[in-house]
């Protein structure tokens, strides 16, 4: 039924920039929240930022917060996570996830969100 197919994925040398889209299909998408993942090797999946349905509200973990920025084209089907000043610890595949309801409640929370994409791998070089 819903469909998250992430891009944009990549390898980068620390301090640079890589902007990865989500798009989605199925569940009607403006109406959902929205969640960005990633999953390095040996770790478990950590939060790095949400979206509220309507754009206007954003979420971020303390390790990403003024350096990574995430925004949606609900005219698109399109969730995007803009990455800047990049370092080697960001290495990790990164997922998408629609949130289960229209707010973003527990956003942080890898248990509110019921569909995700398959994941894209950034690599940060030094």
């Known amino acids: 039924q819903v469909q998250l197919v992430e891009s944009g994925g990549g390898l980068v040398q620390a301090g640079g920039s890589l902007r990865l889209s989500c798009a989605g299909s199925?569940?009607?998408?403006?109406?959902?929240?929205m969640g960005w993942f990633r999953q390095a090797p040996g770790k478990e999946r950590e939060f790095v930022a949400a979206?509220?349905?309507?754009?206007?509200?954003?979420y971020y973990s303390y390790s990403v917060k003024g350096r990574f920025t995430v925004s949606r084209d609900n005219a698109k089907n399109t969730v995007y996570l803009q990455m800047n000043s990049l370092k080697p610890e960001d290495t990790a595949v990164y997922y998408c996830?629609?949130?289960?309801?229209?707010?973003?409640?527990?956003?942080?929370?890898?248990?509110?969100?019921?569909?995700w994409g398959q994941g894209t791998q950034v690599t940060v070089s030094s």
């Open positions: 979206i509220t349905w309507t754009g206007t509200t954003t």
């Open positions: 199925g569940r009607t998408f403006s109406n959902y929240a």
């Open positions: 996830a629609q949130h289960k309801d229209y707010s973003a409640g527990n956003y942080d929370r890898i248990l509110s969100y019921d569909y």
